[in-house]
């Protein structure tokens, strides 16, 4: 596409009997680690602890994320005095818990963001469970209760974020939020006071204190917040888009979808954001939530002459090639002069054989930009097809002058002069691929095609 507009594991340890017992035969091939998790738990609980490592170990080789196999085989290796052993299994343990406990709290995130409050609860505590001082899911479950009205709830949850961490700024705005609803003003400000003291670009903070005193009748600090406000979240909302455009860029797609679906956040229906997230999951090759993406920009901003443009490039990639040729027109339409459009409608013609007015389009994109290397190339594929050998090297000389490291227009070149049994031009344009892109291994057999075409000098 070529416009683009511009997210503590101590186990207490058994005590061992007098004497070891006598160790039963297993299958030592075992493929399930519950198994073998259950038998070292047997072989631990009965002081066998260098048999409970080698089951625990064999439970890590088929699973291992098996936290409770690395926690058990830690104590294993404590009680034996294999000290280091032991503090690497504890911290495994802990690491994978950790893990663990984020995987539930971003599902809780999208529970909370579609409504599914009980379900949200749910996979915050979960991930308490397994971190018990994880601020962010008190903070996330605290505002499940804010979403349901369960203030006092709310607020022991933002409380508890913060004897966590005492610089949470947004556990404090959460709280205020939580006080401001009780018509608690006084602990409202001060707990917005604070998140701003912690974060000076809080914008949610700013709108928060502008409610409690616009509640306490003090309106001109309530507009001053309130412009304060609207400020920052201008800024926000410019560099999450432009964070965007960045990550696009850089072909970091899913980076780039995380920035503008906050940029979405900040100013929902944006149509720029919207249009732009379509083009990431188009070059993903999601082309269903491109489409969608798109129809959202257009309907909100229905003369984007752009966006006509990369739907159409989604349905052209989708195979809906007249859907794709009814955008490209309505698009010019709107924009007589997008060479783009003209381009990819002519695509669009070329793979339907309607060379004519393919070559009518690449016509009309190279007058609109004679710089246009890509339209050249393409323009030369139709001259090919249509058995005009002579017009298709024009056209890739053409693009190989505007591009010379353009390896697909040497290739293309060297069929043609192949085609023209001018073998040595084309042996040329084949090396100069193969130079280009070394990996191209078919070309190989292209130019030995052309060297073994070549009439042996039988002399005089």
Known sequence: MKKLWIILLALALGQAPAAAQPTPWHDTESVDPAASFNRGVGYFNRGVYTQAIKEFTEALRLNPKHIMAYNYRGSAYLTIGEYDRALADYNEALRLKQVLAAVYYEQGI??????NYTQAIEEFTKALQHSPGFTDAFNGRGKVYLKQGEYDWAIREFTEALRCNPAYADAFCNRGSGYYHKKNYDRALGDYNDALRLNPAFAGAYNGRGDVYLAI????????????????????????????NAYFYEGAYDQAIAEYTETLKLKPGDPLA?????????????????????????RLNPGSADALNNRGLAYRLKGEYDHAITDYTEALRLNPGYADAFFYRASIYYLKS???????????????????????????NVYFDKGDSDRAIADYTEALRLNPGYADAFFNRGIAYHYKKEYDRAIADY????????????????????????????GG
Do not use: C, H, W
């Open 110 to 115: 999208r529970y909370l963001e579609t409504g």
């Open 431 to 458: 090396t100069e691929t193969l130079r280009l892109n070394p990996r191209a291994l078919e070309i190989v057999t292209m130019r030995q095609k052309a060297y073994s075409a070549i009439p042996l000098d039988t």
């Open 354 to 380: 309607a060379y004519d007015q393919a070559i009518a389009d690449y016509d009309e994109a190279l007058r609109l930009n004679p710089g246009y290397a890509d339209a050249f190339f393409n323009r030369g």
């Open 274 to 298: 919207l249009n732009n997230r379509g083009a990431a999951y188009l070059n993903k090759g999601e082309y269903d939530r491109a489409l969608g993406d798109y129809e959202e920009s257009l």
């Open 217 to 244: 009748g003090e309106y001109d600090r309530a507009l001053g917040d309130y412009n304060e406000a609207l400020r920052l979240k201008q800024v926000l909302i410019k560099d999450s888009f432009n964070r965007g």
